[in-house]
């Protein structure tokens, strides 16, 4: 109990010296991504609002109280009972989760003991105080934090000879599975752990986790009418993880952004089958859509699962959400050297410990099982994190052990565990097995966030950071470019534009473009700007409107009504662009009568009976012009 009590200690004063630090971010009051959705999700069960979500999420409500879970339901009902106690405060949130985080360390020390010794539990508890991504999601409205001590502390029961431990080591799994659906796969592992009879030993655990996840059946049931076990995003997961664009690390789906965009999803998925579908219904085609792939191109497959295996033991931290390696350089716990690819290699040395028996063969299995059940999907940063204490016992086995070897003289033992560790050491660093971190992305999302607030010129700030870690990451050229035209900056917001044109052309970014250079007085710019816009994006409708304005500023009619005559092609109702094409050639002495008459025609079959008549006025004897008459003066 005192190493465990040193260890809560330690990771306790970490955590809270972190604290202020992560307070300061401005996505602490404004979240983002999934933490957005947790936050929207849990502060709706407290006030029963589901409006649009507001803040960093611009959108329609998602329907979460109408719908089957589509994310698991674990995390936001924890983050729900905190705001019914203390408001939607994220001071309070965050400092429970570092309270969180710093027993899981602890819990690790009884667990490490077990396995080697007390030596080798203080030692695993203090590597998992000190794991610098346990840190950083205990400050992020995310599952790990709440999923460790669970996780540990159903394997620590899961060996009980009594009734109770092993029920309770099933209801914790069964908790942390509602939070971590993966996390149901080390099932077997605590189910067969103990030395009782097997039917004694793996009833109790498997039927208490059976009952603790009929609460979130019983809701989907209750709220949708629909017998879904868990969640509904089982299909859209396994997609993700199996598509020609998948990389085994990224969500490569067209249309889903972010869990709030989960309808467009099931709208895609029922134009693709012919009818509407369910949620659960999408789910399913959506597995059939990926299982018909992997049976196609077995041989990708392979290579996925096998770039997905090494990731899992990987160095890199592969982002979640937020770019967490550019965190680092904002906090000094974050700055701790002890990470997923440092426990995996110190594990390297772990077979020379000689240790053995049901602790190593539970921490074990449950490791592979956790690997296993991620390798149909996708891995980074945040789906890897429950591993990591345990990887922290089998690290403190193998420091200890050598430890204890060199004080002896024991050199071929030590030999043998520095060769261990230096060739796990090699492979969690293997070159081209991940993505390699854009520190720039962190300075995007905060500078994002900022910009949401209000205060574009910190969003500046945190641009013109990025830009100088990640020359050339696209987006912060064009956020600093959208910035700076809010700030009244259009010279320097085109300057950005262009070189986010440059970089990656998109609609987006050619429209943001034109419109900068049209508001910094520079028409011809902007025209050729337009011009480039178009030849990319034909079908772009805001595109032409605005290259028209940039023309006819910089005095080209001629190319102002190529322009119109594109936008009236694409919408043929809009009436302001055949009522500037109409002006444009009346200046250039050309026929304009048919864009009159077209423009009158608008006007009365919208019963603007006045604007049709001014209109037809100018059409002159253009062919249907009489008839239109005859209509307006009968309707006058």
Not at 196 to 208: D, H, I, K, N, Q
Not at 230 to 237: A, H, P, Q, V
Not at 418 to 439: C, K, M, Y
Request: aromatic share 6%; charged share 15%.
């Amino acid at each position: 109990m005192r190493h465990a009590a040193i260890v809560f200690t330690v990771a306790l004063a970490i955590r809270l010296a972190y604290l202020p630090v992560r307070l300061s971010w401005p996505d602490a009051e404004f979240p983002a991504v999934d933490a957005a959705f947790h936050d929207y999700w849990a502060w709706g069960l407290v006030t029963g609002e589901w409006g649009p979500p507001g803040g960093q999420i611009v959108g329609e409500a998602p329907g979460i109280e109408a719908r089957p879970c589509f994310r698991p339901p674990g995390y936001p009902w924890f983050l729900a009972a905190l705001y019914a106690v203390a408001g939607r405060s994220a001071a309070v949130v965050m400092g429970v989760q570092a309270v969180l985080g710093a027993l899981a360390a602890a819990l690790v020390v009884p667990l490490g003991d077990r396995l080697g010794g007390r030596p080798v539990g203080l030692v695993a508890g203090l590597l998992a105080a000190c794991t610098w991504t346990a840190i950083y999601f205990g400050g992020e409205l995310q599952p790990p934090v709440l999923v460790a001590p669970l996780l540990l502390g159903a394997l620590l029961l899961a060996p009980s000879e009594g009734l109770l431990g092993r029920i309770g080591a099933g209801a914790l799994l069964g908790l942390a599975g509602v939070a971590v659906p993966n996390l149901l796969a080390v099932l077997p592992a605590v189910a067969l752990a103990g030395s009782r009879g097997m039917v004694r030993r793996t009833v109790a655990p498997v039927l208490a986790c059976a009952l603790v996840l009929t609460a979130p059946l019983a809701r989907n049931v209750r709220v949708a009418d629909a017998w879904v076990p868990l969640t509904t995003n089982l299909g859209i997961n396994l997609y993700a993880g199996n598509n020609d664009a998948a990389n085994g690390w990224d969500v490569a789906v067209d249309g889903f952004g972010t869990s709030f965009a989960h309808s467009a999803v099931v709208e895609r998925a029922s134009e693709a089958a012919g009818r509407p579908l369910s949620d659960l219904e999408a789910s399913r085609w959506y597995a059939g859509e990926a299982l018909t792939w992997m049976s196609d191109h077995p041989g990708r497959v392979v290579g996925l699962a096998a770039k997905k295996a090494t990731l899992w033991w990987h160095a890199t931290e592969v982002l979640s959400n937020k770019e967490l390696n550019g965190a680092r350089t904002e906090a000094w716990p974050l700055a701790l050297p002890v990470g997923a690819g440092v426990l995996a290699a110190l594990s390297g040395g772990a077979w020379v410990a000689r240790t053995s028996g049901p602790t190593l063969r539970l921490i074990g299995s449950s490791i592979g099982l956790l690997l296993l059940s991620y390798l149909p999907f996708f891995v980074n940063a945040r789906y890897r994190q429950p591993v990591l204490p345990l990887l922290a016992c089998l690290a403190a086995a193998s420091l200890v052990t050598l430890g204890r070897s060199a004080t002896l003289r024991d050199w071929r033992r030590v030999v043998q565990g520095l060769l261990g560790i230096g060739l796990l050491g090699v492979w969690v660093h293997l070159p081209g097995t991940a993505p390699e971190p854009e520190l720039g992305r962190w300075d995007l999302a905060m500078g994002v966030t900022r910009a949401r607030t209000g205060d574009d010129a910190g969003a500046v700030h945190d641009f013109d950071r990025g830009i100088a870690r990640s020359p050339s990451l696209v987006m912060l050229h064009w956020e600093r470019g959208r910035a700076n035209l809010r700030l009244g900056r259009p010279a320097q917001a085109g300057d950005d534009l262009d070189r986010a044109w440059g970089l990656q052309p998109s609609e987006s970014v050619a429209l943001d473009r034109l419109r900068a250079h049209r508001a910094a007085g520079l028409p011809e710019r902007a025209a050729r700007a337009g011009r480039e816009g178009q030849a990319a994006y034909l079908e772009s409708i805001g595109i032409a409107w605005n290259t028209h304005l940039a023309q006819r500023d910089a005095g080209d009619l001629e190319g102002a009504v190529e322009s119109l005559e594109r936008v009236v092609a694409l919408a043929p109702e809009h009436i302001d662009a055949w009522n500037n094409l109409a002006l444009a050639l009346g200046a250039l002495a050309r026929d304009a009568g048919p864009s009159w008459l077209r423009v009158a025609q608008l006007h009365a079959g919208a019963g603007r009976w006045m604007e049709a008549a001014d209109a037809l006025s100018r059409a002159g004897d253009t062919p249907g012009a009489d008839i239109l008459a005859e209509q307006i003066r009968a309707r006058r």
